[in-house]
């Protein structure tokens, strides 16, 4: 087995970037995961790696963006705000806790919606 290099992989504190056709090529460590199928080259397949789903597109620069490209209705579109919002001290009126609840509130309301098949 070849030494595996993690060159171009990115460690923690560097930001990842999708090896190229190149480095799929040539990369042995890379080489040697997709031999034990832990990374697949396919980002379109949900496993555990990076996916399509996750990216941004350029166009978007706000998170009104990002909701209505994915079509979110109003409880998806409040969960998704508050899950970006966690940590950045928005005002003095809200905390960690109840981020959480609004997250919770507005996820029960979805339930509810499609359990009434609405």
Not at 54 to 59: D, F, G, T
Not at 70 to 80: F, L, P, S, T
Request: proline share 4%.
């Amino acid at each position: 087995m070849p030494e595996l290099s993690k060159e171009k992989v990115g460690g923690f504190n560097e930001p990842y970037s999708e090896p190229t056709e190149e480095e799929w090529a040539t990369n042995p460590f890379l080489i040697e995961l997709r031999k034990i199928k832990v990374i697949s080259k396919d980002t379109t397949i949900n496993n555990g790696g990076a996916t399509d789903y996750y990216k941004l597109e350029p166009q978007w620069t706000t998170h009104q963006d990002v909701i209505e490209a994915r079509e979110m209705n109003y409880a998806q579109g409040n969960i998704y705000k508050v899950a970006c919002t966690f940590n950045i001290g928005r005002h003095g009126a809200t905390n960690y806790e109840r981020e959480l609840n609004k997250i919770i509130f507005f996820a029960k309301r979805e339930l509810e919606r499609i359990s009434n098949g609405t």
